[in-house]
């Protein structure tokens, strides 16, 4: 099971927090210095695993970003490598050449990819068309919202004149 | 664009982050966010905010969490905008409430009947952002509320709400398995679900059902098997490929039940042998992912009932994983062999030098997973190598954890496996030493005890030799600064039980030893009560062996002070420490028998013993005795249980005097303080509790009485000699010393490789002879000695990959080549970048700096350059560079792997690793300019230009 998802830039700024298990915010903050201490100090050859507190923690570098899944002891570790790149494309197909930029402006859309990928510390899909499609459909039923909700006000703004 | 900037959020969101991204210092964002706390707060309690504003608010404040801040007083209003009826809305709404809340969180009683209500809507969209928060808040309590939804949606005609119901279920099942138990038929049903992705998501419940009882799923292996073959010959949609493997994600988890299922069962298992073979052949070892479904099966394979011809295979697999130049490869390669050695234990020692290598390599968590696999292939052939090396690398490390680990682990070793008294003595010593106060109180006992009872064998010499080394380690090491605690106690302890015993060092010697211990921890009570307590022991040996007894000065001090101290426990120890020493000779032998710590002593709990004196108090008149069961639990039977409790407390240590009876009791018996060590059972359960507070323990007269109960009474098993897992190799059985000796020839008579197990030293010398390197040595002596035959095989793998050197040097060359053609390609970028950056650069430059702090930090060698453009394109150019060479090390990197073809890979490195970058080329083409397009916009919304952190806008696919 996935713990939690973490995204930190190489600066040790937080890009996206998701926490499968409960943890309390001061938790939080202190697993996140923790392990950006551990893992942004790690050579670039080195494993893409660290031992941490009884669990293991897989991370990958994208660029300027480090993306951390938090596993138990007896979970696939480079399977989690995988889930983590898979979740990396998808977010690549998504925003177009992805950028920590995007991630930083738009995480809320990334916390709903992530939503559609993960749910409660596992896989739940792994075929990035269907991600794309359940999240291209909420988009769109999102804009038509938008659309309505618009015009309503612009309704309601010429009422109101 | 108008208010709107390019990312679809309000300008002054973007504001935000650009002021939070270019902050010097921690405080200076601080501020920044309070400031936007404030703001949030006002806007969002404001009635007169717009709803679409108020979404803006809450991702602001998602933000403001994310950057560790309280956002508590947002909670509400995430909670309200669920209730919202437009679904852009309650969507942000439920991600707020997702990422705020945990499932224990007072307002979740407040999202229920939303959630209630959500589960029942038409739209599939809303079902599933439901579900979402389904799984995230929902707890064993409000679980009820939403069950039957749930259930019903199980059938929902969009596999996407069936994928998340079947989720949202297992999350239940999580939480509280009981108020889902009749409802797990469901799991297998989905398993048949049309849509593979359901299918997939059924999986996971299924693997913890299967986890707790597997025998309930025996009939689903055909159909799992099945699945599997399915998913192996592509059966499934093309969009469930990922890098041009089938599914892999399914598989591994198919393959990790199957793992369970066919565990120990032979039927079973041999239904799997043929998808499994057919798996494994077919794995493509040059992607990750094919590695991973490779690792997979043979953790399935260690599991399952042995199959010779898989064994091969994955035995082939590790030695592929464990050659890789891969850290990755090399540590799943380590764990993987560390589960086939229980099968069969011969194949590590092919690797061992691969297997030296990963624990040399600076890399810590490789060399802690190896140190794992050594801790599973300890024999007592090899244990003092194994253990030592532990010993060192544990004192190399800091985290705690890690060390506390580590440190049972090598005293359990050490336990088993001791070669010797004084190699266990010492090494123990050093875990103590290091690590004593981290590691588990019950060993300390443990280690105690092993000193008392020796090997348990007849052999008294053998003992008393265990413990007069253990006597003469301590009084070395016992003037060392900064002992842990626990270490002191078990040093006292046994300065206490054996200081004289051998009659090498005097009475006074010892006493003055332990003085010294005691004074120079004044704060520490529990080792000055060993310490007092073992004071008591020596003297009253004395006395009981007719000496005269000089009491030092410091002595006396100490008893002084002890006698004022404030711990009560003391002040016991040192009056009776007083009584003892105006005894006369026979009764001291009496109450301090000499080595007397491992004889049995007979508790009456009844203390019937006291019969008769109760008998004549009652005809005296005085009041009968009622139970403290019968006394407070008296009317109630819903105190039944308590009363349960009260009996169960009775047997364990109490804390609290018992009412009257005691001072008459200790009025009438103290001389006969013999028959009192009776009274003062110190029972199993409370033992840890004892060792944290021995104040309790004191009351004892005889603590040597006392001390050796704990000893017997620990429930501890014995575990000298005993193995951990079954190797095949009669060794393990040995229980001393002695017999090791035999069974090293008994050994060479069954063939094994090792011809001398204790004569590592003249084996590994001979080897050295053969072949000189350090690492053969360790080898031999990690791997019990190589035999002649195995020997010559490092060798001539030491030829081999002789051969090997100039091909993978050939490999590194056309690593080195390709990047440069890469680099040239590349190239192109950053001049890109830098036309658009130049204007901005010069125009923003003062207020450029913020992260160049950061760089200078973590990077040198981009700081020399000031910020120009010059330097933008540099180190984008740079970063570029590494990151190619970084995605192009795969492919030589797995073209090594290969041991056989290995010239023709050589030869074919270049053309491989030139495809692979044109192949990414032709990907990067319309990226790159997507990149760009991205980048002038930020530039027009006037964020920070690239200077600072340049791979803010690099594409994260590279």
Not at chain 1, 109 to 126: M, P, T, V, W
Not at chain 2, 280 to 307: F, Q, W
Not at chain 2, 354 to 367: F, G, M, Q, R, S
């Amino acid at each position: 099971m996935i713990h939690f998802v973490l995204l930190i830039s190489r600066q040790g700024k937080v890009r996206l927090t998701k926490w499968y298990s409960p943890y309390t915010q001061k938790e939080r903050t202190k697993v996140i210095r923790e392990l950006s201490g551990l893992i942004l100090n790690r050579g670039p050859k080195l494993c893409n695993f660290v031992e941490w507190r009884g669990y293991k923690v897989v991370y990958k570098r994208y660029a300027s970003l480090y993306f951390c899944m938090c596993i138990d002891q007896d979970d696939n570790e480079l399977e989690i490598l995988e889930i983590i790149h898979h979740f990396v494309e998808i977010l690549d197909r998504y925003f177009g050449s992805v950028c920590e930029l995007d991630l930083i402006f738009n995480f809320h859309k990334a916390y709903y990819i992530l939503d559609e990928l993960l749910i409660a510390g596992e896989l739940q899909e792994s075929s990035k068309k269907t991600v794309a499609r359940l999240i291209a459909a909420q988009d769109s039923l999102v804009e038509a919202a938008k659309e309505q909700a618009s015009s309503i006000s612009n309704m309601i703004a010429q009422a109101t004149k | 664009m108008g208010s709107q900037g390019g990312f679809g959020q309000s300008k002054e969101f973007l504001d935000l982050i650009k002021s939070i991204g270019e902050c010097r210092s921690k405080a200076e964002e601080d501020r920044i966010v309070l400031r936007e706390i404030e703001t949030l707060k006002t806007r969002l309690s404001s009635p007169n905010t717009p709803k679409f504003k108020l979404k803006e608010y809450l991702i602001r404040l998602l933000y403001v969490e994310m950057l560790g801040h309280d956002a508590s007083f947002g909670y509400i209003h995430a909670v309200k905008m669920t209730h919202d009826e437009n679904l852009l809305l309650k969507r942000t709404g439920y991600l707020a409430v997702t990422l705020f809340l945990n499932e224990d969180h007072d307002l979740i009683i407040l999202i229920v009947n939303t959630i209630q209500k959500d589960l029942k809507s038409d739209n599939y969209l809303v079902v599933s952002a439901a579900l979402n928060a389904v799984c995230r808040l929902i707890n064993e309590e409000t679980i009820p509320a939403v069950l039957p939804q749930v259930v019903e949606l199980l059938g929902h005609q969009k596999e996407a709400v069936r994928k998340k119901a079947v989720m949202a279920l297992h999350r239940f099942y999580q939480r509280a398995p009981g108020s889902v138990s009749h409802l797990i038929s469901n799991f297998r049903k989905r398993l048949c679900d049309n849509d593979p992705g359901v299918m997939g998501a059924a999986l996971c419940p299924l693997f913890d059902l299967i986890t707790i009882d597997a025998d309930a799923y025996k009939d689903l292996v055909i159909s799992f098997v099945n699945i599997l073959k399915q998913v192996a010959e592509r059966r499934l949609p093309k969009s469930y490929d990922y890098h041009q493997m089938p599914a892999p994600f399914i598989q591994i988890k198919l393959l990790k039940i199957l793992a369970l299922l066919g565990s120990g069962d032979k039927k079973a298992s041999e239904q799997m042998y043929t998808i499994l073979g057919d798996i494994m052949r077919k794995c493509d070892s040059t992607s990750n992912i094919g590695n991973a479904i490779l690792y997979e099966c043979i953790c399935c394979v260690s599991s399952l009932h042995p199959n010779p011809k898989l064994l091969e295979a994955a035995a082939d697999a590790i030695s592929k994983f464990l050659k890789s130049d891969s850290h990755n490869l090399r540590y799943l390669g380590i764990d993987a062999l560390s589960r086939l050695i229980k099968i069969s234990p011969e194949i590590a020692e092919q690797h061992q030098l691969a297997v030296i290598d990963c624990l040399e390599d600076p890399d810590d968590t490789l060399k802690r997973k190896t140190f794992e696999l050594l801790y599973k292939m300890t024999k007592s052939s090899n244990v003092e190598v194994i253990v030592d090396r532990m010993i060192q690398y544990m004192i190399s490390i800091s985290d705690n954890h890690y060390k506390t680990e580590i440190a049972s682990r090598c005293v359990e070793l050490a336990e088993q496996f001791a070669p010797s008294n004084q190699w266990f003595i010492q090494a123990m010593n050093k875990v103590f030493e290091h690590a004593g106060d981290l590691v588990n109180a019950k060993v300390a006992h443990n280690l105690m005890r092993l000193i008392a009872e020796g090997f348990g064998e007849d052999d008294d010499a053998a003992d008393t030799q265990l413990r007069s080394s253990a006597v003469e380690s301590y009084l070395q090491i016992m003037g060392e600064p900064k002992l842990p605690s626990a270490f002191l106690q078990v040093i006292c302890w046994v300065l206490g039980e054996y200081g004289t015993a051998d009659g090498k060092y005097s009475a006074s010697y010892i006493t003055g030893k332990l003085c010294d211990v005691a004074e120079a921890h004044l704060a520490d009570d529990t080792v000055k009560a060993y310490a007092i307590t073992a004071l008591m022991k020596i003297y009253s040996f004395e006395i009981a062996a007719g000496r005269a007894v000089d009491v030092l000065p410091e002595c006396q001090s100490l008893i002084e002070e002890m006698l004022a101290s404030h711990s009560t426990d003391l002040q016991q120890r040192a009056y009776e420490l007083q009584a003892i020493l105006n005894l006369d000779s026979h009764a001291v032998k009496k109450i301090m028998p000499m080595d007397s710590t491992c004889d049995d002593i007979e508790i009456d709990k009844s203390l019937s013993f006291l019969n008769g004196y109760v008998q004549q108090a009652v005809e005296n008149g005085a009041q009968p005795y009622i139970p403290e069961s019968e006394r407070s639990g008296m009317s109630n039977i819903s105190n039944f249980k308590s009363q349960e409790d009260h009996e169960s407390s009775t047997h364990a240590l109490r804390f609290e005097a018992y009412e009257l009876p005691k001072p008459v009791l200790s009025q009438n018996v103290p001389p006969i303080l013999a028959s009192s060590t009776e009274l003062v059972p110190v029972p199993e359960p409370s033992y840890v509790a004892d060792i944290l507070q021995p104040a309790i323990s004191a009351p004892s007269a005889s603590d040597a009485g006392s001390s050796e109960l704990r000893l017997r009474l620990d429930g501890v098993q014995r575990k000298w000699g005993k193995p951990t897992y079954s190797s095949p190799t009669p060794s393990t059985s040995s229980n001393d010393t002695v017999k090791i000796q035999n069974e090293a020839t008994q050994r060479d008579s069954v063939g094994m490789s090792n011809s001398k197990t204790r004569d590592v030293s003249y084996d590994s010398r001979k080897q050295q002879v053969e072949i000189s390197p350090e690492k053969q040595k360790l080898a031999a002596s990690l791997f019990g000695g190589v035999s002649k035959s195995d020997g010559r095989q490092p060798s001539s793998s030491q030829k081999i990959s002789k051969p090997q050197n100039p091909t993978s040097d050939k490999s590194r060359a056309a690593k080195a080549a390709a990047p440069d053609t890469a680099s040239v390609k590349t190239s192109q970028p950053p001049p890109d970048l830098l036309d658009l950056s130049e204007p901005s650069v010069s125009s923003s430059a003062p207020s450029v700096d913020p992260f160049k702090q950061f760089e200078g930090l973590l990077d040198l060698k981009q700081d020399p350059t000031p910020v120009s453009a010059g330097g933008v394109g540099s180190t984008e150019a740079s970063d570029f560079m590494s990151l190619f060479t970084d995605m192009s090390l795969n492919v030589p990197t797995d073209g090594v792997l290969d041991p056989m073809p290995n010239v023709i890979n050589g030869n074919g490195l270049g053309g491989i690793t030139a495809a692979d970058h044109s192949v990414q080329q032709l990907n990067k083409g319309p990226n790159l300019k997507q990149a760009l397009e991205k980048d002038a916009r930020v530039r027009q919304m006037g964020v920070t230009p690239s200077g600072q952190n340049p791979s803010l806008f690099k594409d994260l696919l590279g």
